[in-house]
Structures are given as C-alpha cells and as structure tokens.
C-alpha cells in the first residue's frame, strides 16, 4: 500500500469514532472540524502513548478522508510518518535502520510492515483521543474541560522530551 495516496478511510469502530470527534456540539463547536485534522493528529498521540490497535470493520461503519485533503496535507502526513519511524525505537534500534525506513524506503514494497505500523498508531491515536475528549463528556462543557486536561497531560507526558522531539524534527524537514 502507499500512504497518502487517493481515498483514506477509517472503518468500524474507528470511523465512529472519528465521526464524534468532528461532530458538533452546542451548535456549531467542534473539536475537529475535518477528518484529516484527526489524521494528523491521531499517529503522534498514538505513538507517544503507546497505543496501537488493530484494524477492525465492528459495526460497518467508515468515514473517509476526500483524496483532495489527502494531497493538500500530504506534506504533514508524510512529516508524520517519517518522524514516528525515526523515534520508534522499539520498532528499530538501529539509527540507521530507522533513517533508511523514514526516507528510503518509504512508498515501496520495503515500506509496508512500517506503513501498517504506521497505520495501527493512526487507530490508536482515535482510540486516545476518543477516550480523553469524548468517552467522559456528559455535557457541553466537559468538551472544554477534556480538552484542556489532556493538553495538560500530554505536557506532563511529553514536555521533557520537546528538545529530542525538535531537533528529530529538524533532522527530518532537511
């Protein structure tokens, strides 16, 4: 498969998910406004927290990802993937290895094993993002609330290692 390319979509369980993270509440407030603003979030949660799912089509639901939004964002998709192979340590120690996974063997058949990795971060992801925005909101002010506690979390979680994450970054924009 090749990442970033035409028509994505989000199936079963995931999809519905997606769906409420972009729907509206107290009326027109939403927390995601599209679908690809979920896809580019949802790999970094997933990966800095852990979480993989698998893929699974439970209820036959699906929401998509129109192939124009795909393109229009392909660059941050792509930064994405790149930078999630670079840190996953536990998928490759070695620094090398990771390098070659991140740019050179990204989009062919060398790729695919990363791309589904890649892919159960993305599902992941919607599952966290789902758990701490959603799940726990009873009323339209808990979206609020849920938002900034996992911001605040995530700074906890995550702020020591912003200096790692930049200068990864940096590496891989040049």
């Given amino acids: 498969m090749m990442l970033f390319q035409g028509q994505y979509w989000f199936y079963g369980t995931h999809a519905d998910k997606v769906k409420k993270l972009t729907a509206e509440f107290v009326g027109k407030h939403k927390l995601f406004s ?47 993937y790149q930078l999630i192979m670079l840190l996953d340590v536990n998928h490759e ?9 991140a740019f050179r063997f990204y989009g062919t058949d060398k790729a695919a094993m990363d791309e589904e990795l890649y892919e159960s971060y993305v599902r992941g992801g919607v599952d966290v993002l789902y758990e701490k925005l959603i799940e726990p ?25 912003t200096k790692e994450i930049y200068d990864l970054c940096r590496i891989a924009r040049s």
């Fill in 93 to 101: 120690a070695s620094f090398d290895a990771r390098v070659d996974k």
């Fill in 137 to 161: 909101s009873t009323s339209p002010d808990d979206y609020i609330k849920n938002l900034y506690e996992f911001m605040e979390d995530f700074e906890s979680r995550h702020g020591q290692n």
């Fill in 34 to 80: 599209y679908n690809h603003e979920v896809y580019q979030l949802a790999p970094i949660v997933g990966y800095l927290y852990n979480r993989k799912a698998a893929q699974n089509r439970e209820g036959g639901s699906d929401t998509s990802i129109f192939p124009d939004q795909i393109s229009n964002n392909k660059d941050v998709f792509q930064f994405n």
